[in-house]
Nanobody, 123 residues
């Protein structure tokens, strides 16, 4: 049974940085593409970024390029999301998701989801 669990969220001032972590368990981590999505209050969940199983391929939503960086450490079964220059509009619940097939920007392609970690950015 695959399990993913996010951590690292919190309250941060605008302009600050955060690194979110997501620990994967239950299967061979390197065989899973991973992604981060987020859901702001009153909005639909949206794609942020994804990374292939071995980390060689990444893709980030255009609106988030430059501030959001995904990485993974397969030895630690962990994927990370580094967010810099945080803005109040980045306030959202950030979700980690796993996909046994390939990188994708679509929620429907991800089989396993974490419970999310709240990021709140104050102005």
């Amino acid at each position: 049974q695959v399990h993913v669990a996010e951590s690292g969220g919190g309250l941060v001032q605008a302009g600050g940085s955060l690194r979110l972590s997501c620990v994967f368990s239950g299967r061979t981590f390197s065989r899973y593409a991973m992604a981060w999505f987020r859901q702001a209050p009153g909005k639909e969940r949206e794609f942020v970024t994804t990374i292939s199983g071995r980390g060689g391929v990444t893709y980030t939503a255009d609106s988030m390029k430059g501030r959001f960086t995904i990485s993974r450490d397969n030895a630690k079964n962990t994927v990370y999301l580094q967010v810099n220059s945080l803005k109040p509009e980045d306030t959202a619940v950030y979700y980690c998701a796993a996909n046994a097939i390939s990188t994708s920007t679509y929620e429907r392609d991800y089989n396993y989801w974490g419970q999310g970690t709240q990021v709140t950015v104050s102005s």
